[in-house]
């Protein structure tokens, strides 16, 4: 089982920036792919950012150009770097990771950092 836990979270104007990190922890083989989801209040979640284990990155249409997101293997954690926020950025932020270890499939879930952006 892994587990993933956010950090990084909280209000910022618009404008301005925030860096989110998520670590994983348990029994890690390989997490072939990490990145962040996000849901905004009344709309479904959608893809922030993704990268995988060798650093190809995929952004939502919405963040490219102005979100970042990198990782670092050894330290098993993954970072979205938020610059140039917008009041449509205010959502919760969700890590996620997926490990495919044979035929077996790991799908694993962060409980979710808050980001709230003001006018």
């Known amino acids: 089982q892994v587990r993933l836990v956010e950090s990084g979270g909280g209000l910022v104007q618009a404008g301005g920036s925030l860096r989110l990190s998520c670590a994983a922890s348990g029994s890690i083989f390989n997490l072939n792919l990490m990145g962040w989801y996000r849901r905004a209040p009344g709309k479904q979640r959608e893809l922030v950012a993704t990268v995988t284990s060798g650093s190809n990155t995929n952004y939502g249409d919405s963040v490219k150009g102005r979100f970042t997101i990198s990782r670092d293997n050894n330290k098993n954690t993954v970072y979205l770097q938020m610059n140039s926020l917008k009041p449509e950025d205010t959502a919760v932020y969700y890590c996620?990771?997926?490990?495919?270890?044979?035929?077996?499939?790991?799908?694993?879930w962060g409980q979710g950092t808050q980001v709230t952006v003001s006018s």
């Open positions: 996620h990771a997926l490990e495919v270890r044979g035929t077996s499939v790991g799908d694993y």
